[in-house]
Nanobody, 123 residues
């Protein structure tokens, strides 16, 4: 079983930056693709972006392209979501998730999820 823990959320103002972290357990973290999702109150969970097991391939939702960057450090069993130029529309609980395959896409079956971390952006 893979266990994930997100951290780094908080309350910021429009235009600020935050870096979310996701630490994972498991023996084969570098083989797993990973995705970031978010869910605002009263709304369905939304795909934010994904990264391949090696970190060499990334994908982003249109709403965050050019502002968010996904990366990972497999030696630390960690993945990150760097969020710049934050907007109130980015307010949500952010989750990291893992698929037991090398590539992760919006349509992947994410088998493992973290508990989420709250990001609130005020105007």
């Amino acid at each position: 079983q893979v266990q994930l823990v997100e951290s780094g959320g908080g309350l910021v103002q429009t235009g600020d930056s935050l870096r979310l972290s996701c630490t994972a357990s498991g023996r084969a973290f570098s083989m797993y693709g990973m995705g970031w999702f978010r869910q605002a109150p009263g709304k369905e969970r939304e795909f934010v972006g994904s990264i391949s097991g090696s970190g060499g391939s990334t994908s982003y939702a249109d709403s965050v392209k050019g502002r968010f960057t996904i990366s990972r450090e497999n030696t630390k069993n960690a993945a990150y979501l760097q969020m710049d130029s934050l907007k109130p529309e980015d307010t949500a609980v952010y989750y990291c998730a893992v698929v037991r395959s090398f590539f992760a896409t919006p349509g992947s079956s994410y088998a493992y999820w973290g508990q989420g971390t709250q990001v609130t952006v005020s105007s």
